[in-house]
C-alpha cells in the first residue's frame, strides 16, 4: 500500500516549492523600450511630433510582445510535457512489469527530471488516491495539459486499461513511437536550419541596408535634377530626367511600412519553417523589427552624411 501521509506531505511541498502561481506580466517594461527607441528616433531627427508618434507605436508594439511572449511560455511548458512523456510512460511500463498496480506504477514514475510534467503526474496520483477512477483522473490530466499528443496517448491507455490487456507492452510500444516522431522532427528541423538563416538574414539585414541605400539615392537625385536645367523640347535627345516625381518622404515611410510588414510575415514563416507552426514565430517579431529600423536608420543617416554635398 502507498503510505498516504508521507505521499500527500511530497505533494505539499512540490507545489511550494514550483510556484503553481502564474506571474504577473512585466508591466514596466514595454514603456522603458518604448522610450529609449523613441528618444532615439527623435534625437536623430529632431522632432516631437515623431517622438510623440514612435512612442505609442513602440508601447503597443512591446505591450503585445509582452502577451505573445507570455502565451508562449505555455505553449513551451506543453512542449516540455510532450518531451518528457514517452519517459515517463516507459518508466510507467517497467513499474507495471516489476508487479506493481497501474495506480502504484503511475505514482512511481513520478521524477524531478520530468519537470513541469512530474506536478501533473503527482496531482493525478492524488487523484487516483482520494478514490477518483484511473480513467477518469488521466482524462482529466490530459484535459490540463492541453496537449494533442498527450490526449491521444492518454485515450489509447485508458482503452487498453478498460480491454484488460497487457498495458507494459501498449506503454512501451507507444513510448518508442513517440520518441521515433520526435527524432523525425529535430531531423527535419536540422535540414531546413539554412533556410532560416537566409531568411533572418535577408530580413533583418538585407532589406533594411536596401531600403537605406535606396532612400538616400532619391534625395541625391532629387537634389541634383533640381539644379539641371530644362531640356529643349525640340532637340532629338533619347531621353530626359529633370525630375523625381517621387517624393523623398514618401520612399521613407513606404519602407517603415514594408519592412515591418516584411518583418512580421518572415516571423511567421520562421515559426513554420522551424518549428513546423506559425505562432512559434511570433517571438521573432519584435527583433526583426528592432534590427530592421535600427539598420535602416544607421544606414540611411551615413551615408546621408556621406552625400551631404549633394544634398545641399
Sequence with gaps: MINLKKYLTK??????????????????????????ISATIGLIYWSFTGFIISFFAFLIVSYLYTIIRAKLKEVNKIKKMEKAFPDFIQL????????????????????????????????????????????V???????????????KTVKLVTSGIRSGGNL????????????????VEKRAASNVLMYVIFIFIAVAFGAPLLFGLSTVLVEVLTSLLANVPEVNANLNVP??????????TFIFYFALIFMTVT???AALVLGLVSKGEEREGL??????????????????????RYFIDFLA
Excluded: C, Q, W
Design 11 to 36: 505533494l505539499k511541498f512540490r507545489k511550494r516549492r514550483k510556484g503553481e502561481k502564474p506571474k504577473r506580466l512585466p508591466i514596466i517594461l514595454p514603456p522603458i523600450i518604448a522610450i529609449l
Design 92 to 135: 510507467m511500463a517497467s513499474n507495471l512489469r516489476a508487479g506493481m498496480t497501474i495506480d502504484r506504477a503511475m505514482i512511481m514514475s513520478s521524477r524531478k527530471e520530468f519537470a513541469p510534467l512530474d506536478s501533473e503526474i503527482t496531482i493525478l496520483g492524488k487523484d487516483i488516491i482520494t478514490g477518483k477512477e484511473i480513467t
Design 137 to 151: 483522473a488521466l482524462n482529466n490530466m490530459a484535459e490540463r495539459i492541453k496537449s494533442d499528443k498527450i490526449t
Design 168 to 183: 507494459a507492452v501498449l506503454l512501451e510500444k507507444t513510448s518508442a513511437n513517440l520518441r521515433e516522431k520526435e527524432f
Design 239 to 248: 531621353f530626359t530626367l529633370t525630375k523625381v516625381s517621387v517624393s523623398s
Design 263 to 265: 518583418d512580421i510575415l
Design 283 to 304: 517571438k521573432y517579431i519584435l527583433p526583426l523589427v528592432a534590427s530592421s529600423l535600427i539598420i535602416f536608420l544607421l544606414v540611411k543617416n551615413l551615408l546621408g
